[in-house]
Protein backbone atom coordinates (compact mmCIF):
# COMPACT_ATOMS: atom_id res chain seq x y z
CA UNK A 1 0.00 0.00 0.00
CA UNK A 2 3.05 2.59 0.83
CA UNK A 3 5.99 2.12 -1.07
CA UNK A 4 8.88 4.83 0.29
CA UNK A 5 11.96 4.44 -2.01
CA UNK A 6 15.69 5.29 -0.52
CA UNK A 7 14.27 9.19 0.49
CA UNK A 8 16.35 11.97 1.72
CA UNK A 9 15.41 15.28 3.56
CA UNK A 10 17.78 17.57 5.13
CA UNK A 11 16.77 20.75 6.75
CA UNK A 12 19.00 24.02 6.34
CA UNK A 13 21.40 22.72 4.08
CA UNK A 14 24.61 24.49 3.40
CA UNK A 15 24.10 26.23 7.38
CA UNK A 16 25.63 25.31 10.55
CA UNK A 17 22.31 24.00 11.45
CA UNK A 18 22.35 21.17 8.56
CA UNK A 19 20.26 18.70 9.89
CA UNK A 20 19.98 15.64 7.43
CA UNK A 21 16.80 13.69 9.36
CA UNK A 22 16.21 11.13 6.85
CA UNK A 23 18.75 9.75 5.51
CA UNK A 24 18.54 6.44 2.56
CA UNK A 25 14.89 5.40 4.18
CA UNK A 26 12.99 2.61 2.16
CA UNK A 27 9.83 0.63 3.72
CA UNK A 28 7.08 -1.24 2.28
CA UNK A 29 4.06 -1.37 3.85
CA UNK A 30 1.69 -4.13 2.92
CA UNK A 31 -2.66 -3.67 2.67
CA UNK A 32 -3.90 -3.98 5.54
CA UNK A 33 -0.66 -3.73 8.01
CA UNK A 34 -0.22 -1.47 11.12
CA UNK A 35 3.21 -1.00 11.73
CA UNK A 36 4.73 0.91 15.29
CA UNK A 37 7.33 3.22 14.49
CA UNK A 38 9.44 4.47 17.81
CA UNK A 39 12.77 5.52 17.94
CA UNK A 40 15.05 8.29 20.40
CA UNK A 41 14.20 12.03 19.79
CA UNK A 42 15.55 13.68 16.51
CA UNK A 43 15.52 9.83 15.12
CA UNK A 44 13.51 11.05 12.00
CA UNK A 45 9.74 9.56 12.92
CA UNK A 46 7.98 12.58 12.64
CA UNK A 47 9.72 13.05 9.48
CA UNK A 48 8.85 10.23 8.29
CA UNK A 49 5.81 10.75 8.48
CA UNK A 50 5.52 14.93 7.24
CA UNK A 51 7.24 13.23 4.41
CA UNK A 52 4.34 10.49 3.28
CA UNK A 53 2.16 12.89 4.30
CA UNK A 54 3.73 16.07 1.59
CA UNK A 55 4.32 18.79 4.03
CA UNK A 56 7.46 19.13 2.11
CA UNK A 57 8.83 17.36 -0.79
CA UNK A 58 11.83 15.43 0.01
CA UNK A 59 15.48 15.71 -1.56
CA UNK A 60 15.94 12.23 -3.01
CA UNK A 61 13.87 8.90 -3.34
CA UNK A 62 10.27 8.23 -3.85
CA UNK A 63 6.93 7.41 -1.87
CA UNK A 64 4.21 6.26 -3.52
CA UNK A 65 0.55 5.46 -1.95
CA UNK A 66 -1.72 2.52 -3.43
CA UNK A 67 0.46 2.18 -6.57
CA UNK A 68 0.10 5.93 -7.24
CA UNK A 69 3.71 8.19 -7.12
CA UNK A 70 2.67 10.67 -4.92
CA UNK A 71 6.38 12.53 -4.31
CA UNK A 72 5.69 15.60 -6.38
CA UNK A 73 1.88 15.93 -5.22
CA UNK A 74 1.11 19.14 -2.81
CA UNK A 75 -0.10 17.67 0.82
CA UNK A 76 -3.59 18.16 0.27
CA UNK A 77 -3.75 16.42 -2.94
CA UNK A 78 -2.10 13.63 -1.12
CA UNK A 79 -4.66 13.76 1.57
CA UNK A 80 -6.86 12.21 -0.61
CA UNK A 81 -5.57 9.04 0.16
CA UNK A 82 -4.56 9.79 3.65
CA UNK A 83 -5.57 9.99 7.07
CA UNK A 84 -3.87 11.80 10.20
CA UNK A 85 -4.04 12.20 13.54
CA UNK A 86 -1.50 14.90 15.25
CA UNK A 87 0.71 14.87 18.37
CA UNK A 88 -1.06 18.09 19.16
CA UNK A 89 -4.92 17.32 19.72
CA UNK A 90 -5.33 21.22 18.82
CA UNK A 91 -4.02 20.95 15.09
CA UNK A 92 -5.97 17.92 13.59
CA UNK A 93 -9.81 19.96 14.36
CA UNK A 94 -11.17 23.79 13.72
CA UNK A 95 -11.73 24.62 17.20
CA UNK A 96 -14.13 27.75 16.38
CA UNK A 97 -16.03 24.89 14.33
CA UNK A 98 -19.27 22.90 15.08
CA UNK A 99 -18.25 18.92 15.85
CA UNK A 100 -20.14 18.05 12.78
CA UNK A 101 -18.91 21.17 10.77
CA UNK A 102 -15.55 19.38 11.42
CA UNK A 103 -16.90 16.28 10.60
CA UNK A 104 -18.15 17.06 7.28
CA UNK A 105 -15.11 18.51 6.35
CA UNK A 106 -13.66 15.31 7.11
CA UNK A 107 -16.46 13.22 4.97
CA UNK A 108 -15.06 15.80 1.88
CA UNK A 109 -11.84 14.48 2.19
CA UNK A 110 -10.17 14.56 -1.74
CA UNK A 111 -13.53 15.02 -2.93
CA UNK A 112 -14.00 18.41 -4.98
CA UNK A 113 -15.57 21.11 -2.86
CA UNK A 114 -18.64 23.02 -4.69
CA UNK A 115 -21.98 24.41 -4.04
CA UNK A 116 -23.17 22.07 -2.43
CA UNK A 117 -24.37 21.44 1.32
CA UNK A 118 -21.92 22.10 3.31
CA UNK A 119 -23.33 19.17 5.70
CA UNK A 120 -26.43 17.41 5.01
CA UNK A 121 -29.34 16.25 7.37
CA UNK A 122 -28.62 12.33 6.46
CA UNK A 123 -25.10 13.17 7.04
CA UNK A 124 -26.18 14.73 10.77
CA UNK A 125 -27.78 11.49 11.48
CA UNK A 126 -25.04 9.24 10.27
CA UNK A 127 -22.57 11.51 12.43
CA UNK A 128 -24.88 11.31 15.34
CA UNK A 129 -24.15 7.55 15.56
CA UNK A 130 -20.46 7.38 14.81
CA UNK A 131 -20.05 9.82 17.87
CA UNK A 132 -22.12 7.26 19.90
CA UNK A 133 -19.03 4.64 19.18
CA UNK A 134 -16.82 6.70 20.93
CA UNK A 135 -19.18 6.46 24.29
CA UNK A 136 -18.03 10.62 24.93
CA UNK A 137 -21.29 11.57 25.05
CA UNK A 138 -20.45 13.63 22.01
CA UNK A 139 -23.24 12.83 20.42
CA UNK A 140 -25.61 15.12 22.16
CA UNK A 141 -23.13 17.99 21.58
CA UNK A 142 -22.70 18.01 18.00
CA UNK A 143 -23.25 21.86 17.36
CA UNK A 144 -20.97 22.68 19.63
CA UNK A 145 -17.77 24.42 19.19
CA UNK A 146 -14.69 21.90 19.06
CA UNK A 147 -12.52 24.53 20.87
CA UNK A 148 -14.69 23.08 24.36
CA UNK A 149 -13.78 19.84 23.92
CA UNK A 150 -10.77 18.10 26.00
CA UNK A 151 -7.30 17.46 24.46
CA UNK A 152 -8.97 13.82 24.80
CA UNK A 153 -12.35 13.87 23.14
CA UNK A 154 -10.22 16.32 20.42
CA UNK A 155 -8.05 13.30 19.43
CA UNK A 156 -10.95 10.85 19.75
CA UNK A 157 -13.00 13.05 17.36
CA UNK A 158 -9.98 13.64 14.96
CA UNK A 159 -9.37 9.70 14.54
CA UNK A 160 -12.70 9.79 14.03
CA UNK A 161 -12.61 12.60 10.95
CA UNK A 162 -9.56 10.52 9.80
CA UNK A 163 -11.12 7.36 9.35
CA UNK A 164 -14.64 8.76 8.23
CA UNK A 165 -14.07 8.05 4.90
CA UNK A 166 -11.63 5.01 4.34
CA UNK A 167 -8.10 6.51 3.99
CA UNK A 168 -5.21 4.15 2.37
CA UNK A 169 -3.34 5.32 4.60
CA UNK A 170 -3.54 6.62 8.32
CA UNK A 171 -0.50 8.39 9.90
CA UNK A 172 -0.43 8.50 13.74
CA UNK A 173 1.83 10.85 15.09
CA UNK A 174 2.56 10.59 18.89
CA UNK A 175 -1.48 10.80 19.23
CA UNK A 176 -1.58 10.05 22.94
CA UNK A 177 1.71 11.81 23.70
CA UNK A 178 -0.24 14.82 24.80
CA UNK A 179 -2.70 13.23 26.62
CA UNK A 180 -3.22 11.81 30.27
CA UNK A 181 -2.06 8.30 30.55
CA UNK A 182 -5.75 6.90 31.49
CA UNK A 183 -7.05 9.02 28.61
CA UNK A 184 -4.27 8.03 26.11
CA UNK A 185 -4.93 4.58 27.41
CA UNK A 186 -8.73 5.30 25.70
CA UNK A 187 -7.81 6.50 22.68
CA UNK A 188 -5.51 3.75 22.24
CA UNK A 189 -8.71 1.47 22.15
CA UNK A 190 -10.51 3.20 20.43
CA UNK A 191 -7.35 3.54 17.61
CA UNK A 192 -7.68 -0.07 17.47
CA UNK A 193 -11.33 -0.55 17.30
CA UNK A 194 -11.27 1.65 13.97
CA UNK A 195 -8.52 0.13 12.52
CA UNK A 196 -9.21 -3.41 13.34
CA UNK A 197 -12.80 -1.99 11.61
CA UNK A 198 -11.85 -1.38 8.51
CA UNK A 199 -8.28 -3.14 7.90
CA UNK A 200 -6.86 0.27 8.04
CA UNK A 201 -3.01 0.56 6.83
CA UNK A 202 -1.72 2.56 9.82
CA UNK A 203 1.63 4.05 10.61
CA UNK A 204 1.87 5.00 14.11
CA UNK A 205 4.91 6.81 15.46
CA UNK A 206 5.01 5.82 19.87
CA UNK A 207 7.09 7.12 22.75
CA UNK A 208 5.42 4.40 24.25
CA UNK A 209 7.40 1.07 23.80
CA UNK A 210 4.62 -0.85 25.18
CA UNK A 211 2.05 0.62 22.79
CA UNK A 212 4.43 -0.46 19.99
CA UNK A 213 5.04 -3.94 21.15
CA UNK A 214 1.33 -4.67 22.12
CA UNK A 215 -0.07 -2.24 19.10
CA UNK A 216 0.39 -3.27 14.80
CA UNK A 217 1.50 -6.22 13.34
CA UNK A 218 5.06 -4.87 12.77
CA UNK A 219 7.82 -2.87 14.69
CA UNK A 220 10.48 -0.49 13.40
CA UNK A 221 12.95 1.55 15.18
CA UNK A 222 14.52 4.87 13.81
CA UNK A 223 17.98 6.04 14.56
CA UNK A 224 19.65 9.14 12.60
CA UNK A 225 17.56 9.13 9.91
CA UNK A 226 17.63 5.51 9.04
CA UNK A 227 15.60 2.37 9.98
CA UNK A 228 17.73 0.61 12.06
CA UNK A 229 15.00 -2.62 13.04
CA UNK A 230 12.00 -3.98 11.52
CA UNK A 231 10.33 -6.64 13.59
CA UNK A 232 7.53 -8.58 12.04
CA UNK A 233 5.45 -11.97 12.41
CA UNK A 234 6.32 -14.37 15.36
CA UNK A 235 9.38 -12.43 16.80
CA UNK A 236 7.26 -9.41 17.01
CA UNK A 237 4.69 -11.10 19.16
CA UNK A 238 7.22 -12.63 21.67
CA UNK A 239 9.20 -8.87 22.16
CA UNK A 240 9.65 -7.34 25.53
CA UNK A 241 10.60 -4.10 26.22
CA UNK A 242 14.12 -5.57 27.67
CA UNK A 243 14.38 -7.37 24.21
CA UNK A 244 13.47 -4.09 22.08
CA UNK A 245 15.72 -1.58 24.39
CA UNK A 246 18.91 -4.09 24.21
CA UNK A 247 18.48 -4.76 20.59
CA UNK A 248 17.91 -0.91 19.95
CA UNK A 249 21.38 -0.58 21.60
CA UNK A 250 22.98 -2.83 19.42
CA UNK A 251 21.18 -1.29 16.41
CA UNK A 252 22.10 1.76 16.63
CA UNK A 253 25.97 1.73 18.31
CA UNK A 254 25.62 1.79 22.05
CA UNK A 255 23.32 4.90 21.66
CA UNK A 256 20.45 5.27 24.59
CA UNK A 257 16.33 6.11 24.04
CA UNK A 258 15.11 9.15 25.01
CA UNK A 259 14.58 9.42 29.00
CA UNK A 260 10.71 9.42 28.07
CA UNK A 261 10.88 6.43 26.00
CA UNK A 262 13.07 4.14 28.76
CA UNK A 263 10.34 5.56 31.40
CA UNK A 264 7.70 4.53 29.01
CA UNK B 1 -31.98 71.83 22.12
CA UNK B 2 -31.14 73.64 18.85
CA UNK B 3 -27.38 71.16 19.01
CA UNK B 4 -29.92 68.32 19.58
CA UNK B 5 -32.58 68.77 16.88
CA UNK B 6 -29.85 69.69 14.54
CA UNK B 7 -27.96 66.21 15.87
CA UNK B 8 -31.23 64.28 15.26
CA UNK B 9 -31.73 66.01 11.59
CA UNK B 10 -28.28 64.81 10.50
CA UNK B 11 -29.12 60.88 11.86
CA UNK B 12 -30.76 59.76 9.03
CA UNK B 13 -27.24 60.87 6.80
CA UNK B 14 -25.35 58.96 9.41
CA UNK B 15 -27.35 55.79 9.04
CA UNK B 16 -26.56 56.21 4.99
CA UNK B 17 -22.99 56.65 5.36
CA UNK B 18 -23.15 53.68 8.43
CA UNK B 19 -25.20 51.39 5.49
CA UNK B 20 -22.65 52.31 2.68
CA UNK B 21 -19.63 51.28 5.57
CA UNK B 22 -21.29 48.62 6.91
CA UNK B 23 -20.96 46.66 3.27
CA UNK B 24 -17.22 47.77 3.70
CA UNK B 25 -17.36 46.02 6.54
CA UNK B 26 -18.59 42.71 5.73
CA UNK B 27 -15.68 42.11 3.78
CA UNK B 28 -13.09 43.51 6.01
CA UNK B 29 -15.08 40.53 8.45
CA UNK B 30 -14.91 37.67 6.01
CA UNK B 31 -10.80 38.63 5.73
CA UNK B 32 -10.11 39.79 9.62
CA UNK B 33 -12.48 37.27 11.41
CA UNK B 34 -13.28 34.21 9.43
CA UNK B 35 -9.68 34.49 7.30
CA UNK B 36 -7.67 35.83 10.30
CA UNK B 37 -5.60 38.03 7.87
CA UNK B 38 -5.62 42.00 8.39
CA UNK B 39 -6.26 42.85 4.82
CA UNK B 40 -4.87 46.15 3.74
CA UNK B 41 -5.45 46.39 0.46
CA UNK B 42 -9.11 47.76 1.23
CA UNK B 43 -7.41 51.24 1.41
CA UNK B 44 -7.23 51.21 -2.03
CA UNK B 45 -9.80 48.69 -3.15
CA UNK B 46 -12.80 51.43 -1.58
CA UNK B 47 -11.39 53.44 -4.26
CA UNK B 48 -11.20 51.83 -6.54
CA UNK B 49 -14.67 50.90 -6.45
CA UNK B 50 -15.71 54.16 -6.21
CA UNK B 51 -13.26 55.76 -9.14
CA UNK B 52 -14.60 52.66 -11.74
CA UNK B 53 -18.31 53.71 -11.00
CA UNK B 54 -17.79 57.10 -11.14
CA UNK B 55 -16.12 56.89 -14.63
CA UNK B 56 -18.37 54.79 -16.09
CA UNK B 57 -21.30 57.10 -15.14
CA UNK B 58 -19.67 59.96 -16.22
CA UNK B 59 -19.66 57.89 -19.40
CA UNK B 60 -23.39 57.93 -19.12
CA UNK B 61 -23.20 53.86 -18.12
CA UNK B 62 -26.36 52.52 -16.78
CA UNK B 63 -25.87 53.06 -12.95
CA UNK B 64 -26.47 49.53 -11.67
CA UNK B 65 -23.96 48.18 -14.69
CA UNK B 66 -21.12 50.96 -13.03
CA UNK B 67 -21.93 49.35 -9.61
CA UNK B 68 -20.88 45.72 -11.69
CA UNK B 69 -18.15 46.51 -13.20
CA UNK B 70 -16.87 48.27 -9.67
CA UNK B 71 -17.22 45.30 -8.09
CA UNK B 72 -15.31 42.82 -10.95
CA UNK B 73 -12.54 45.85 -10.20
CA UNK B 74 -12.58 45.19 -6.58
CA UNK B 75 -12.34 41.51 -7.53
CA UNK B 76 -9.16 42.00 -9.41
CA UNK B 77 -7.37 43.86 -6.55
CA UNK B 78 -8.01 40.99 -3.79
CA UNK B 79 -6.93 38.43 -6.83
CA UNK B 80 -3.51 40.48 -6.99
CA UNK B 81 -3.18 40.67 -3.28
CA UNK B 82 -4.14 36.94 -3.09
CA UNK B 83 -1.51 36.27 -5.50
CA UNK B 84 1.40 38.03 -3.88
CA UNK B 85 0.21 36.26 -0.55
CA UNK B 86 0.17 32.80 -1.91
CA UNK B 87 1.78 32.44 -5.00
CA UNK B 88 4.90 34.79 -4.00
CA UNK B 89 4.93 34.11 -0.70
CA UNK B 90 4.43 37.36 0.45
CA UNK B 91 3.26 37.99 3.94
CA UNK B 92 -0.52 38.81 4.13
CA UNK B 93 -0.25 42.03 5.18
CA UNK B 94 2.42 43.44 3.30
CA UNK B 95 1.12 41.74 0.32
CA UNK B 96 -2.07 44.24 1.36
CA UNK B 97 0.54 46.96 1.38
CA UNK B 98 1.85 46.57 -2.33
CA UNK B 99 -1.56 46.35 -3.85
CA UNK B 100 -2.89 49.61 -1.98
CA UNK B 101 -0.01 51.21 -3.18
CA UNK B 102 -0.48 50.51 -6.66
CA UNK B 103 -3.76 50.93 -6.66
CA UNK B 104 -3.41 55.01 -5.64
CA UNK B 105 -1.41 55.01 -8.87
CA UNK B 106 -4.37 53.15 -10.84
CA UNK B 107 -7.01 54.81 -9.31
CA UNK B 108 -6.12 58.67 -10.25
CA UNK B 109 -5.43 56.84 -14.13
CA UNK B 110 -8.56 54.78 -14.10
CA UNK B 111 -10.99 58.35 -12.56
CA UNK B 112 -9.05 60.48 -16.03
CA UNK B 113 -10.54 57.60 -18.30
CA UNK B 114 -12.63 59.49 -20.98
CA UNK B 115 -11.09 63.48 -20.31
CA UNK B 116 -8.19 64.99 -21.41
CA UNK B 117 -5.96 64.67 -18.55
CA UNK B 118 -4.02 61.57 -17.78
CA UNK B 119 -4.34 61.69 -14.04
CA UNK B 120 -7.36 62.85 -12.01
CA UNK B 121 -7.76 62.92 -8.33
CA UNK B 122 -11.71 63.76 -8.04
CA UNK B 123 -14.61 63.47 -10.17
CA UNK B 124 -17.60 64.35 -9.28
CA UNK B 125 -20.93 63.04 -9.67
CA UNK B 126 -24.27 64.81 -9.44
CA UNK B 127 -27.97 63.60 -9.46
CA UNK B 128 -29.11 66.47 -12.12
CA UNK B 129 -27.24 65.93 -14.39
CA UNK B 130 -26.95 61.68 -14.08
CA UNK B 131 -28.66 59.09 -13.40
CA UNK B 132 -27.99 57.68 -10.46
CA UNK B 133 -29.57 54.91 -7.89
CA UNK B 134 -29.09 56.85 -4.57
CA UNK B 135 -27.80 60.44 -3.64
CA UNK B 136 -27.87 61.49 -0.19
CA UNK B 137 -29.55 64.64 -0.66
CA UNK B 138 -32.68 62.84 -0.82
CA UNK B 139 -31.90 60.84 2.60
CA UNK B 140 -34.47 62.76 4.58
CA UNK B 141 -37.39 62.65 1.97
CA UNK B 142 -40.09 59.78 2.49
CA UNK B 143 -40.12 58.20 -1.14
CA UNK B 144 -38.76 55.79 -2.92
CA UNK B 145 -35.81 58.12 -3.67
CA UNK B 146 -34.86 57.66 -0.25
CA UNK B 147 -31.12 56.39 -0.57
CA UNK B 148 -31.25 54.42 2.43
CA UNK B 149 -34.14 52.44 0.53
CA UNK B 150 -31.39 50.90 -2.02
CA UNK B 151 -28.61 50.56 0.65
CA UNK B 152 -30.77 48.21 3.02
CA UNK B 153 -31.53 46.37 -0.16
CA UNK B 154 -27.88 46.04 -0.85
CA UNK B 155 -27.11 44.98 2.96
CA UNK B 156 -29.83 42.30 2.95
CA UNK B 157 -28.44 40.64 -0.75
CA UNK B 158 -25.00 40.87 0.20
CA UNK B 159 -25.69 39.18 4.23
CA UNK B 160 -28.20 36.41 2.05
CA UNK B 161 -25.96 35.64 -0.26
CA UNK B 162 -22.84 35.28 2.20
CA UNK B 163 -24.90 33.19 4.55
CA UNK B 164 -25.66 30.86 1.80
CA UNK B 165 -22.09 30.76 0.23
CA UNK B 166 -20.43 29.84 3.70
CA UNK B 167 -22.88 27.38 4.30
CA UNK B 168 -21.85 25.12 0.97
CA UNK B 169 -19.16 22.91 1.24
CA UNK B 170 -16.04 26.07 -1.24
CA UNK B 171 -17.34 28.31 2.11
CA UNK B 172 -16.99 26.21 4.66
CA UNK B 173 -13.65 24.87 3.21
CA UNK B 174 -12.68 28.62 3.38
CA UNK B 175 -14.01 28.52 7.15
CA UNK B 176 -11.48 25.86 7.59
CA UNK B 177 -8.85 27.66 6.45
CA UNK B 178 -8.84 30.55 8.62
CA UNK B 179 -9.84 28.01 11.88
CA UNK B 180 -7.01 25.72 11.22
CA UNK B 181 -4.47 25.92 8.20
CA UNK B 182 -3.40 22.64 8.90
CA UNK B 183 -6.41 20.73 9.75
CA UNK B 184 -7.66 22.41 6.65
CA UNK B 185 -4.82 20.85 4.47
CA UNK B 186 -5.04 17.68 5.97
CA UNK B 187 -8.91 17.37 5.02
CA UNK B 188 -7.93 18.10 1.36
CA UNK B 189 -8.07 21.44 0.99
CA UNK B 190 -6.36 23.62 -1.22
CA UNK B 191 -5.67 26.49 1.05
CA UNK B 192 -3.76 29.01 -0.92
CA UNK B 193 -6.78 28.87 -2.84
CA UNK B 194 -9.26 29.39 -0.09
CA UNK B 195 -7.44 32.45 0.84
CA UNK B 196 -7.15 33.88 -2.56
CA UNK B 197 -11.30 33.92 -2.96
CA UNK B 198 -11.83 34.93 0.88
CA UNK B 199 -9.40 38.02 -0.05
CA UNK B 200 -11.05 38.04 -3.96
CA UNK B 201 -14.43 38.21 -2.09
CA UNK B 202 -13.63 40.64 0.47
CA UNK B 203 -12.55 43.29 -1.99
CA UNK B 204 -15.10 42.70 -4.22
CA UNK B 205 -17.38 43.65 -1.43
CA UNK B 206 -15.28 46.73 -0.35
CA UNK B 207 -15.71 48.19 -4.16
CA UNK B 208 -19.35 47.59 -4.02
CA UNK B 209 -19.34 50.13 -0.77
CA UNK B 210 -16.86 52.41 -2.20
CA UNK B 211 -19.13 52.69 -5.96
CA UNK B 212 -22.08 52.97 -3.32
CA UNK B 213 -20.29 55.81 -1.17
CA UNK B 214 -19.05 57.38 -4.63
CA UNK B 215 -22.57 57.75 -5.80
CA UNK B 216 -24.26 58.44 -2.40
CA UNK B 217 -21.92 61.11 -1.48
CA UNK B 218 -21.89 62.40 -5.41
CA UNK B 219 -18.66 61.89 -6.14
CA UNK B 220 -14.96 60.00 -5.97
CA UNK B 221 -11.96 60.87 -4.71
CA UNK B 222 -8.41 58.72 -4.86
CA UNK B 223 -8.21 59.24 -1.12
CA UNK B 224 -11.88 58.19 -0.16
CA UNK B 225 -10.24 54.65 1.34
CA UNK B 226 -7.71 56.28 3.08
CA UNK B 227 -7.99 54.80 6.63
CA UNK B 228 -10.79 52.34 5.97
CA UNK B 229 -9.59 49.16 7.03
CA UNK B 230 -9.08 50.93 10.49
CA UNK B 231 -12.65 52.19 9.80
CA UNK B 232 -14.30 48.52 8.90
CA UNK B 233 -12.13 47.12 12.04
CA UNK B 234 -14.06 49.64 14.30
CA UNK B 235 -17.26 48.62 12.08
CA UNK B 236 -16.79 44.76 13.02
CA UNK B 237 -14.99 45.53 16.56
CA UNK B 238 -17.94 47.89 17.93
CA UNK B 239 -20.52 45.07 16.47
CA UNK B 240 -18.75 41.91 18.20
CA UNK B 241 -18.58 44.03 21.23
CA UNK B 242 -22.33 44.55 21.56
CA UNK B 243 -23.72 41.65 20.03
CA UNK B 244 -21.50 38.69 20.31
CA UNK B 245 -23.16 37.32 23.38
CA UNK B 246 -26.97 37.05 20.85
CA UNK B 247 -25.99 37.35 17.42
CA UNK B 248 -24.88 33.74 17.45
CA UNK B 249 -25.97 32.59 13.89
CA UNK B 250 -23.51 33.87 11.15
CA UNK B 251 -26.42 36.31 9.31
CA UNK B 252 -26.62 38.01 12.28
CA UNK B 253 -22.57 38.25 12.44
CA UNK B 254 -22.83 40.38 9.29
CA UNK B 255 -25.28 42.31 10.59
CA UNK B 256 -23.89 42.68 13.67
CA UNK B 257 -20.66 44.50 11.23
CA UNK B 258 -22.83 46.89 9.17
CA UNK B 259 -25.03 47.92 12.92
CA UNK B 260 -21.51 48.25 14.15
CA UNK B 261 -20.97 50.35 10.98
CA UNK B 262 -24.14 52.64 11.26
CA UNK B 263 -23.13 53.12 15.47
CA UNK B 264 -19.61 54.30 14.30
CA UNK B 265 -21.39 56.91 12.15
CA UNK B 266 -23.55 58.37 14.45
CA UNK B 267 -20.71 58.81 17.06
CA UNK B 268 -19.14 60.64 14.49
CA UNK B 269 -21.97 62.56 14.06
CA UNK B 270 -22.28 63.19 17.60
CA UNK B 271 -18.68 64.65 17.90
CA UNK B 272 -18.73 66.33 14.84
CA UNK B 273 -21.57 68.22 16.61
CA UNK B 274 -19.71 68.64 19.84
CA UNK B 275 -17.13 70.87 17.68
CA UNK B 276 -14.47 68.80 16.94
CA UNK B 277 -13.01 68.83 13.00
CA UNK B 278 -13.71 66.63 10.19
CA UNK B 279 -10.04 66.18 10.11
CA UNK B 280 -9.45 65.07 13.94
CA UNK B 281 -11.55 62.13 13.04
CA UNK B 282 -8.72 59.62 11.86
CA UNK B 283 -6.95 59.99 15.05
CA UNK B 284 -10.22 59.56 17.30
CA UNK B 285 -11.28 56.28 15.33
CA UNK B 286 -7.42 55.11 15.55
CA UNK B 287 -7.68 55.84 19.65
CA UNK B 288 -10.92 53.96 19.62
CA UNK B 289 -9.83 50.84 17.93
CA UNK B 290 -6.71 50.55 19.43
CA UNK B 291 -8.47 50.69 22.98
CA UNK B 292 -11.06 47.99 22.14
CA UNK B 293 -8.35 46.05 20.61
CA UNK B 294 -6.64 46.16 23.45
CA UNK B 295 -9.19 45.53 25.93
CA UNK B 296 -9.25 41.54 25.90
CA UNK B 297 -4.93 41.77 25.79
CA UNK B 298 -5.21 43.66 29.00
CA UNK B 299 -7.63 41.89 30.75
CA UNK B 300 -5.38 38.77 30.25
CA UNK B 301 -2.73 39.94 31.21
CA UNK B 302 -3.68 41.92 33.94
CA UNK B 303 -6.81 41.02 35.89
CA UNK B 304 -6.41 37.14 34.45
CA UNK B 305 -3.61 36.72 36.00
CA UNK B 306 -4.89 38.61 39.92
CA UNK B 307 -8.01 36.32 39.35
CA UNK B 308 -5.74 33.11 39.31
CA UNK B 309 -3.74 34.60 42.58
CA UNK B 310 -7.02 34.72 44.20
CA UNK B 311 -8.14 31.08 42.95
CA UNK B 312 -4.80 29.79 44.16
Redesign the interface.
Known sequence: MLDVKNICKTFNAGTVNEKRALNGVSVHINDGESIAVIGGNGAGKSTLLNAV?GVWTVDEGTISIGGVDVTHL????R??Y?G?V?QDP????????QIE?NL???A????K???????TKAEREEYRELLRTLDLGLENRMTSKVGLLSGGQRQALTLL?ATLQKPKLLLLDEHTAALDPKTAAKVMETTRTLVNRDRLTTLMITHNMKDAIEYGDRLIMMNEGKIVLDIAGEEKQKLTVEDLLARFSVASGGAMLSDKAILS | MDGLLAFINSLPGAFGQGFAWGIMAIGVYITYRILDIADLTVDGSLATGGAVCAVCITMGWNPWLALLMAVVAGLLAGLITGLLHTACGIPAILAGILTQLALYSINLRIMAIGSESTTKATLALSVDKQNLILSSRYVRELGLNNPLIVLVIAVIVVIAVLYWFFGREIGCSLRATGANVNMARAQGINTNFSKVLALVISNGLVALSGALLAQYQGSATVDMGRGAIVIGLAAVIIGEVLFSKVFLNFALKLLSAVIGAIIYYIVITLVLRLGLEATDLKLLTAVVVAIFLAIPHIKNQYFGKRGGKHHA
Open positions: APEHKAAIRFMMGTAATMEALARRGKRGFRAGIM
